[in-house]
């Protein structure tokens, strides 16, 4: 992934500054009295492990750093690092400046906002060290360096100084250890995408939907089908996989634009309130192997990845490969069979992704339909979307109307009903009669016509 190539960058600028250190001048500052102090040996015997990780892992960082002092004890409290361009360097590299052209100075901790939930967030150190003790007693100082992209800086780090490699290895470990324990990501609704309020941060939280089953008007047998591959194989996971059975399952919902997939998978992410639920959408798409890679580390989990047709087009559609259909269907085989990890995808173009599908087995092991709602169906998302308002309308009619529309029509017919009833009766309760629904109808299928002729091209025009 390159981390080896930006390790070996960095070790080379630490040789390099180990280097200029040297030559340099020596001159002392608090800072540098402040790190070898704690260590008990001079700066050029100082070595750093670091790793590096995205920035939305900021939090976790935090919370394992402070769960190792819970630990170990702070031996010095935390201090920060004042001064220079101190975005371009790495520590050891602002050490070297500081000692050696005093650039950079003792400082206080820079401190940052970063999201932990929909609507939390946590105070987390940007820019800051504190001395603790490694677990065989050894001084060490841990450090947390918070991405600062507008720099080029894309990660964020976890540092530990010490007089040995070993040392600070083992520390390092400890933290990350702890990081998993106590994983802030777990059991979140977690999207991929850019965030307008964030700058570029690539993980969003969404708070979790809450629909009951009866919101979900489907076929008979539909959405129990559903619930059975996804709720029920977590159910009873442990006892599959002692009968020898895999737990990892894909799920296709295809069907017309507007009968309720998303809604179904909102629905299944309420059924599921402690699961990990990594969402993908349209461009989003390429960070599928990220994706797949944190619902192995969160499991059980659920990647949602939505309108999948948008990357996958079937192959004779072009001699263009589509390689990024192709590391979705990799990241899914990539997960190993026993972990709890559903993989759920919805298309309104199934036919699009049928031959990718077919050419490699078992990545999804159950396709359903969601079809536009038959008569019953709009009898009940009528009802279903009229709870909280006064129907008196006979719905005969209005159900025989509607053949061949979507479950989102009947929701929008019926806001449009009680808005002309509002428009009618102002102050009463909101009552939808047989007028209300025939005139809100006739509008919605004359919107409708009249888009469809001018997306057709007008006649009228020709
Ligand atoms: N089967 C359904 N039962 C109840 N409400 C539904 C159903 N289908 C759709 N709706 C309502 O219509 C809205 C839009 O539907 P939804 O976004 O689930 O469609 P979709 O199948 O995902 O369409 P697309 O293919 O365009 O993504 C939903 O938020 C929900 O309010
Ligand atoms: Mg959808």
Not at 159 to 168: C, F, G, I, K, Y
Not at 209 to 216: H, K, S
């Amino acid at each position: 992934m390159g981390s080896t190539e930006r390790d070996l960058a960095a070790d080379l600028a630490r040789i390099v500054h180990a280097a200029a250190d040297e030559v340099g001048s020596g001159r002392g500052s608090e800072l540098i009295e402040k790190v070898t102090g704690h260590l008990g040996a001079p700066l050029p015997e100082v070595v750093v492990v670091t790793r590096n990780w995205p920035m939305w892992e900021h939090a976790n960082i935090q919370r394992g750093v402070e769960a190792y002092l819970a630990e170990h004890g702070k031996a010095v409290d935390w201090f920060g690092i004042a001064g220079g361009q101190r975005t371009h360097e790495d520590l050891i590299g602002m050490l070297a400046i500081a000692r050696t052209q005093g650039m950079y100075e003792l400082g206080s901790v820079d401190y940052t906002t970063t999201a932990i939930g929909p609507d939390d967030a946590t105070e987390a150190v940007q820019l800051g060290l504190v001395g603790t003790s490694a677990p065989g007693g050894e001084p060490v100082l841990v450090a947390i360096r918070g991405a600062t992209p507008q720099w080029g800086l894309e990660q964020c780090r976890l540092e530990v100084l010490s007089t040995s490699r070993v040392t600070a290895t083992q520390v390092r470990d400890r933290v990350e250890r702890l990081m998993a324990e106590h994983d802030l990501l777990r059991g979140q609704v977690l999207a991929f995408g850019t965030s307008e309020h964030r700058g570029n941060e690539l993980l969003t939280f969404l708070p979790r939907p809450t629909l009951t089953g009866e919101e979900v008007v489907l076929p008979d047998g539909v959405l129990a089908a559903i619930e059975r591959h996804t709720v029920g194989i977590a159910a009873h996971g442990e006892r599959l996989l002692a009968a020898g059975q895999h737990l990892k399952r894909g799920l296709l919902l295809h069907g017309p634009p507007g009968t309720g997939k998303t809604h179904t998978v909102r629905y299944l992410m309420s059924r599921l309130p402690t699961t990990t639920v990594v969402i993908l959408t349209g461009a989003a798409m390429r960070f599928v192997g990220k994706a797949a890679e944190l619902a192995r580390r969160l499991q059980p989990s659920v990647v949602v990845l939505e309108d999948v047709d948008l990357i996958a087009q079937d192959r004779s559609y072009g001699p263009m490969v589509q390689p990024l259909l192709f590391t979705l269907l990799d990241a899914m085989d990539g997960v190993g069979g026993d972990a709890d990890v559903t993989f759920l995808l919805t298309t309104n173009r199934a036919g699009e992704l049928e031959k990718a599908l077919a050419d490699r087995p078992g990545r999804v092991d159950l396709a359903v339909e969601i079809p536009l709602p038959d008569a019953a169906g709009r009898e009940a998302l009528l009802r279903l979307y009229s709870r909280g308002l006064k129907l008196t309308a006979d719905l005969g009619p209005i159900i025989e109307a509607t053949e061949g529309v979507t479950a989102s029509f009947a929701k929008e017919l019926l806001r449009r009903a009680s808005l002309r009833a509002l428009a009618l009766r102002p102050d009463d309760d909101v009552v939808v009669g047989d007028e209300e629904l025939s005139t809100a109808l006739r509008e919605m299928q004359d919107a409708h016509s009249a888009l469809t002729r001018s997306l057709l091209g007008s006649s009228a025009a020709q």
